[in-house]
Each structure stands twice: as C-alpha cells, then as structure tokens.
C-alpha cells in the first residue's frame, strides 16, 4: 500500500502516515510539498517528507486521507530538503520543526508561487501601430494602461487582470518591448578598485574552485578589503548566470552594505533579515527559487533559501554568535550552509578578522584553506592600542584622563570619537552606601539595571520592568549608581564636552531600523561628533574621520567563567579597534581595565588574534574542550529545583556507562524568571561518536518519569555554558 509520510510543526520526532488525496495516487506526489492533512480533531499543515510503499503498521481503514496538496512542486528544492534532513538528523532535532523553521512563516499559508517575480518591465515601441488592435480585447486593455509609461508587469497583470497571451500578442505585433531591468542597473554601477596582490591572490584561489566544495577562511582585520573580495568573487559567479548567498550577523546587515552590492552589481541584490515582515523574506525566497542570476544578503534565516541555482556561499564574520539559533531548532547558520554547498559542490568564503575556534581548528586539520589579507587595503597603519590601568585613579564619568584628552583632541582635529560599552542603561546595579541594599530581580536573583532617563528598573534577564524606589527601601538612604552604562556614559560626555553632539547607540535609544540608520548618518555627515554604544557599534559602519575608541570596561570577558568567554572578549577587542582609523588617518585605541597584567591582554595585545587563540586553544586541548570535542548540552528547567534535577539524574543514568558525561550542574545563572536551571553535559572525541550515543538516548528522555514536570532541550555544539 502506498502511504505518504508528513512532518508536522510539532516537537516530536516522528512522520504520520497519510493516505494520498482522494481520487489521487501517490506516486503524484512529491518530497517536500506542502499538504494540508487531519490532524488530532483539526487540519494543520504539513511537509510530505517521503512516499513509501510498506506494509503500515495501522490498517487502510484508520489511516486518513490527505485534504490537499498546496503546491506542485517541492516547496524547498530536492538539494535543499536534503540539506534539512540531513541537520535534522545532525542537531537530532524534529524533522517537521526544522522543515517549518526553513519556510518563511507567512508561505506556511499561501502556495509558493513558482516565478511570481519579474524584472521585466514593459513600454510601448510603436505607438503608429495601435490601430491593429481591437478595442477591447486584452491586449488592447494592456496596451492603454501602458499609455502613462512603463510598468512592471506584475503591475500591469494587477491593474489589466490580463494574462501573459496579451502580452505575447503585443509583443508579436511589436507594439511594446521589454526592458531588462538588470541591464538599466549596469549603468549606475560604481567603479571598483582594482584588487590588490593579496585580494587578488584570494580570488583566485576561490574561484578556481568554482565547480566543486572548498572551504575557505578569509582572514583579515576591519577595513583590509574582504568585502571587496566577497564583492568580486561574487559578481564572477553572478556573471556565470549562477547564484550567491551572503550570510552576515545580525548587526552586520546595514543599508550601507546592501547598498554597496546594488551599486556595484549589475545583477539584483535581495534582502532577507529575520526582523523583516514575513512577506519580504517570502519574497524574496520566492525569487531565489527561479532560475535567474542574483544575491541573496541576509541574516541566519537567509541560509535557507530555496537557491535554483546557487554557485557560491560567503559567510562575513564567521565567528559572529548571531549565527546560531538559541532556541527551538538550535542549529548554527555557518554549520547548516557548509553542509549545503558540500552537497551542492560549491565553495564557501568564512570571512573573519578573529576566526572562531572552531574554523581555527579546522584549518588546522587541512579541512579549510587559509587565504590572509595582512593589511588595511587604505590606512597606512593600523591603530596604536594602550592599556588605561584603571587603579590608582579616579576616573571621570567612568573615562581615565588619557581617555578624555585623546577624545578631545581628535574633536579638536576634527574627528570623531567612539566609547564603548557592552551594557545598557545606566548603571548595571544601584547600592545603598549604608546598609550595601541592593535592588535585585526576585525572580532572576541578579542586580537590576537602573535606567535613569525612564525612572525604572529592569532585569535584562527576565525583561521585568519596575519603577525605580526613590530611596532604599530598608533605611532610605539615597541608592547610588554603581557601574557604568552606555546611557551614563552618555551624560557625562555631554558634560566633559559641552556643544559636541553625542549620538548613543543601543537597544534602548535607537531600536533596529531607521533610528539606527538616521544617527548613523548624522556621524556619517562628517562633524565632529562623538558615538558611544554597545556591540551595534561594533561593526560594519565606515566612518573615515572616527580616530579614537575607547573600550570603557574590558574586564567583563576576564571574569566570566564560560568556556568561550576570552575568546569573545578577544573578537570583540579586535572588531573595536577596528573602528579606529579606517582611511588615512592614524587611528588610537584606548582599553579601561583594572587588571592590565592580565595575561588575556599581554598575549592578545604583545602577539594579536592569532597568538592569543593558540594559547587559549592549548587550554581548551588540555581540558577536552571544544574544539578538541564534541559537545552536546541537555538543559532543563522547572519552578522546583528537585524536578530539575531528578529529571537530568535519571538523562544520566539512561546514557551508556562509559559515557563522558559532567553534571547535573546548576546553569551558572541557574535562576531565571523563578526556574531552576540545570544541564547534563556530554563530552565526546567526535560528532560521529556523539550520534551513536544521542540517538538512542533521546527516545529515552522523552519516557522519563519526570519529564512532564520539566522543560528540556538538547544543544548539538552549544556555545553557551549557560
Ligand atoms: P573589510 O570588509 O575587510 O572591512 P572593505 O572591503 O570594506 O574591507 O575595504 C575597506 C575600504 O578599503 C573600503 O572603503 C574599500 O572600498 C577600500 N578598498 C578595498 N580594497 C581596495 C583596493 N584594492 N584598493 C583601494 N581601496 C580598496
Ligand atoms: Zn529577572
């Protein structure tokens, strides 16, 4: 009997069995088609995932039937479902939540419509002509809307309700022509600059390996030209007739990079980000799945676009953390989209001033090819970096006085200045002077954050918001400020430099979009001005005239215990100094520590990126860290703590003998929004032994006795120890 196996958007890992539709065969139907199916007393939608004659274990009689087929091909492309079985399988996660993470949400409802875009537009030729037409017909109809000028046809099919044989019709009369939209675009192109020996050196490489898999980990500070290579590799496969992906971090898709590629490419730029309306990713995907040479630019979701024909895949900022989902399909964009050009026979560019450890290692294994961009393509130098002890002295608005002269005198030259401050608000906690009462979350037990401009407390923890106590609650002592935010950096900026506008930049004061862009382009403008903000600033924004950064706290990375802590504080180091001095003019970093002999900062600063990731991945080697195993992390969380850790007692106890396995540990904010937090770790030699260990053993997590008192989740290469 021939059954139709369909994943549903459901957290269980199995297919349900479906008779094919009504009066239809099976044989009509197609991997990766989207169904519409009974389901539990209602219709959900589903994915066919496989057509198999067997033997069903239910009889013909308790099997239903499919209600509908929404569309008449795959909704993903043959190579691409493939890919997504394959990470299902990989991250062990439910095939029918990793297949409905990969379509855009509102595709989940409409049938994708094969083709619906069109870069043709249409206008009249021969206007001597139009008395051959019948008044009245549809080709007449469109050939009058056409009388205001030229339109795309997709607008004209809107406005005429006319069909492609009107078209046809004109054209064959020779009453209208096309224009190709993509030829319109080569005229505004840019001049490029011609490559340097490095850069070109790069290009080569990538593109002789055009027609099969190679990963390659293009290395190169801030401003030494990838972008450039990125741009020329893929305008060669555009060129080609083929497709490109260019995969960037979340802060690292701007207007300003998106615009660079429409300027420089005679080919369409798509966009997709996963904080834009489900419709415009859906779009966009629509378009890739046409046969049509284009680039798609997008954020973590953008790696699952269904590519006709895609050529090349260019990951910017590899080791960027905003590639890996944290919840739900927790899969890593880098990692899925390796997997696809590896199927495809494609090359993949990791590009990265600061590698992560993972792309360190696999370069060391001869798995990814090195290509070095060792200079900035402008600067003649890069920046001088100082170490600003911060014992010792009193600091003003939280700025050492080298700090503030050095910002100072580039205003004083005319140039810009940039403070910078991975934290929100105010201050990161508020402290009575006479009892040491400090206002902390009930429900996280973690310091609240004063925001001093609203008057209210947050924890950036569990999102609470409260109003901020005009005194301390238990002597009412005045609560002072302890710490420095971006938002109290801010103020006392303005105060050091009165008239100097300081624009801030962070969740709080500019959001995502236009705000962003808008004070972007006040800095942009070219006065003197000064930027102070968190990581949105890290990276991404030319600005040729910003001379100085400061990193106001550069101790956070120092003192936390996660595994991946010094290597974070190290890219993040490297990307800001970055900032500084990206045209001509010398640039000068200055880096506010209180623990200066710190040997995070005498190898990152003596010996650079590089130096400093050798010593740390000996670390890792010696402690059978990642990247030197494979890791997976099983978390859990409930109201009561005993369920916690009852629940990951008996994971442990299902898990082989043998098994490295360290835990059950309280998370290390174990508490969050009144749950406990706890997690299992399982440390293995290699991927292929963590399979054959994870697969049997999460069946067995689900028949836990105490399982329907917790929440869990299992983390396939976490990156995060919390
Ligand atoms: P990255 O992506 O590494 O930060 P970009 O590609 O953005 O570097 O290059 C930094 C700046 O240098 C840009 O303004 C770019 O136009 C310029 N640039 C890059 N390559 C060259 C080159 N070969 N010759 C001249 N200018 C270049
Ligand atoms: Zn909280």
């Known amino acids: 009997m021939d059954l139709v196996r369909v994943a549903l958007d459901i957290p269980l890992p199995e297919l349900f069995d479906y008779l094919p539709p009504r009066g239809r065969s099976a044989a009509a139907l197609r991997p990766g088609q989207r169904v519409r199916v009974p389901f539990r007393g209602s219709e959900r939608l589903g994915i066919v995932v496989e057509i198999a004659s067997v033997q069903s274990r239910q009889s013909r009689r308790e099997l239903r039937?499919?209600?509908?087929?929404?569309?008449?091909?795959?909704?993903?492309?043959?190579?691409?479902?493939?890919?997504?079985?394959?990470?299902?399988?990989?991250?062990?996660?439910?095939?029918?939540?990793?297949?409905f993470a990969a379509l855009p949400p509102s595709a989940s409802e409409r049938p994708a419509a094969r083709a619906d875009h069109d870069p043709v537009l249409c206008r009249i030729d021969a206007p001597e002509r139009a008395a051959a037409l019948k008044p009245d017909?549809?080709?007449?109809?469109?050939?009058?809307?056409?009388?205001?000028?030229p339109q795309h046809w997709r607008a004209l099919i809107a406005a005429t309700k006319v069909d492609l044989r009107a078209r046809k019709r004109l054209l064959d009369l020779g009453l209208i022509e096309q224009i190709d939209e993509s030829a319109q675009a080569r005229q505004v192109q840019v001049a490029a600059p011609p490559p340097n020996a490095a850069q070109q050196a790069a290009l080569d490489a990538v593109l002789a390996h055009r027609h099969a898999y190679a990963c390659f980990v293009l290395e190169g500070v801030t401003g030494s030209g990838k972008t450039e290579v990125y741009l020329r590799a893929i305008e060669s496969v555009l060129q080609a007739g083929r497709q490109a992906l260019l995969l960037v971090p979340e802060i690292g898709l701007t207007p300003q990079l998106v615009q660079r590629f429409r300027e420089r490419l005679a080919f369409p730029?798509?966009?997709?980000?996963?904080?834009?309306?489900?419709?415009?990713?859906?779009?966009?995907?629509?378009?890739?799945?046409?046969?049509?040479?284009?680039?798609?630019?997008?954020?973590?979701?953008?790696?699952?676009?269904?590519?006709?024909?895609?050529?090349?895949?260019?990951?910017?900022?590899?080791?960027?953390?905003?590639?890996k989902q944290q919840e739900g399909f927790r899969y890593h964009a880098r990692d899925f989209v390796l997997m696809r050009a590896h199927r495809l026979g494609i090359p993949v560019v990791l590009g990265s001033a600061t590698p992560s450890f993972e792309t360190l290692h696999n370069l060391e294994l001869g798995r990814y090819q090195r290509l070095l961009l060792p200079q900035r393509a402008m600067a003649a130098r890069a920046p001088s970096v100082q170490l600003l002890d911060l014992n010792g002295q009193k600091p003003i608005h939280g700025l050492a006085r080298t700090a503030i002269d050095a910002i100072g005198a580039a205003l004083a030259r005319g140039e810009q200045a940039m403070v910078f401050r991975n934290r929100r608000g105010f201050s990161p906690s508020l402290h009575c002077e006479l009892c040491g009462h400090s206002p902390t979350c009930e429900r996280c037990d973690r310091p609240l954050t004063f925001h001093k401009g609203e008057a209210r407390l947050k924890c950036h923890y569990c999102a609470r918001i409260q109003q901020a106590p005009p005194a301390c609650p238990i002597d009412h002592s005045p609560l002072k400020p302890v710490g420095f935010g971006t938002e109290r950096l801010e103020q006392g900026l303005i105060e050091l430099f009165p008239g100097v506008p300081v624009l801030r930049f962070d969740r709080d004061s500019v959001g995502a979009g236009h705000e962003f862009e808008s004070a972007m382009a006040q800095a942009r403008a070219g006065q003197p001005v000064i930027l102070v903000g968190t990581q949105m600033l890290a990276k991404g924004h030319d600005l040729p005239l910003l001379t100085v950064v400061v990193l106001a706290d550069a101790d956070h990375g120092l003192l936390s215990t996660d595994t991946r802590a010094g290597e974070r504080a190290a890219q993040l180091l490297v990307q800001v100094s970055g900032r500084a001095g990206r045209a001509q003019r010398p640039g000068f970093v200055f880096v506010q520590t209180r623990y200066p002999g710190h040997p995070f900062f005498q190898s990152l600063l003596a010996g650079g990126y590089r130096n400093f990731a050798d010593a740390e991945m000996a670390l890792r080697a010696g402690l059978d860290l990642p990247p030197y195993c494979a890791q997976a992390l099983l978390r859990a969380d409930s109201l009561i703590e005993e369920d916690v850790m009852a629940f990951l007692d008996s994971a442990r106890l299902a898990l082989p003998e043998d098994a490295d396995v360290r835990g059950p540990i309280p998370a290390p904010h174990a508490k969050r929004a009144n749950r406990f937090r706890a997690q299992l770790w399982l440390h293995c030699s290699d991927r292929r032994m963590r399979a054959e260990i994870v697969k049997p053993w999460l069946p067995k997590l689900s028949q836990l006795p105490n399982v329907s008192r917790v929440r869990w989740s299992l983390d396939i290469d976490p990156i995060s120890d919390d």
């Open 65 to 99: 039937a499919i209600l509908d087929v929404l569309d008449t091909e795959s909704a993903f492309g043959d190579a691409l479902f493939a890919s997504l079985l394959q990470a299902a399988n990989y991250y062990q996660h439910p095939i029918g939540e990793v297949l």
């Open 269 to 323: 730029v798509l966009v997709a980000h996963s904080g834009r309306s489900d419709r415009e990713r859906a779009d966009a995907f629509a378009r890739c799945r046409v046969r049509e040479p284009l680039v798609l630019v997008g954020t973590r979701c953008a790696g699952f676009a269904p590519f006709a024909d895609l050529g090349l895949i260019v990951v910017d900022e590899e080791h960027d953390a905003s590639f």
């Open 137 to 149: 017909t549809a080709p007449w109809r469109l050939y009058q809307a056409l009388a205001s000028g």
